[in-house]
Structures are given as C-alpha cells and as structure tokens.
C-alpha cells in the first residue's frame, strides 16, 4: 500500500475600508486601516500569498493602487502593505509565511494605507483586489 499528500491551501480575505478627510486629517498624515488574508494549506506546504494591483491601478494621484468614484474619473490613491511593515504587497512581492505547522487557519494582516494630501472629491470610493495563494 503507498499513499500520496498532496498539497493545497484556501484562501478567504476581509476588505478595507478608509475614511479619507483631505482638509484635515489626511491633508498631511495618510488613512490607515488593515483587513486580514486567511489561508488554510497543507502541512509542510510553502504558500506564497499575491495581491494584485486592483481595477484601476496607477490612476490616483497618489500611490500604485487607486479606488474609483463611481464612473467618475475621480480616484483615491492608496497601497497595501505586507503585516507590521511598509513593504507593498504585490503580486510581484508575495507575502510568504513560514510553512504552516498544521492544516489550521492562519491569518495575516493587510495593512492599508491612503495616501495622505490628495485634492480629492467627496463620495464613495471602490476598487477590488484579488488575492491569490501559491503553493
């Protein structure tokens, strides 16, 4: 008899969310918020974890990343950095966790930031950010 691990991981996020003040508050100090990353994976696998750049990357004033106002062509720069650092979170620079010890879940931080002294208008703004797991 032989038998075979194979390895696999899940991955669910929470999002974040800003509230921006660009008079004030953030005129000279970025919005800063976290939301978390949960990743369930095989014991002794070696997960990586990517973020994409979002929708519309590369649009708002500031910062690599932005949040659209509706279908305006108003943008809210911001970035999201790996947990505890000021190291954007990309695809391009994974965040990689140690092996996991046990199939448990495990989560991390997505620490966010919207970048402070941007000339921006009031509403609601949005983006999305896929999330994927490497193993």
Known sequence: MTGNVTAN???STTGISFTYDPVSAN???NALNSGTVTIACTKGSAPSIGLNN???AGLGSAGPRAMRLGATANYLGYDIYWPG???PWTT???YVP???PSKAPRTFNMDGAA???QDVAVGSYSDTVTATVNF
């Open 27 to 29: 005129a000279g100090a």
């Open 98 to 100: 140690s092996a996991p």
């Open 92 to 94: 391009a620079a994974p």
């Open 85 to 87: 650092t000021t190291t």
């Open 115 to 117: 970048i402070a002294g």
């Open 54 to 56: 979002g929708l519309w």
């Open 9 to 11: 991981c899940t991955i």
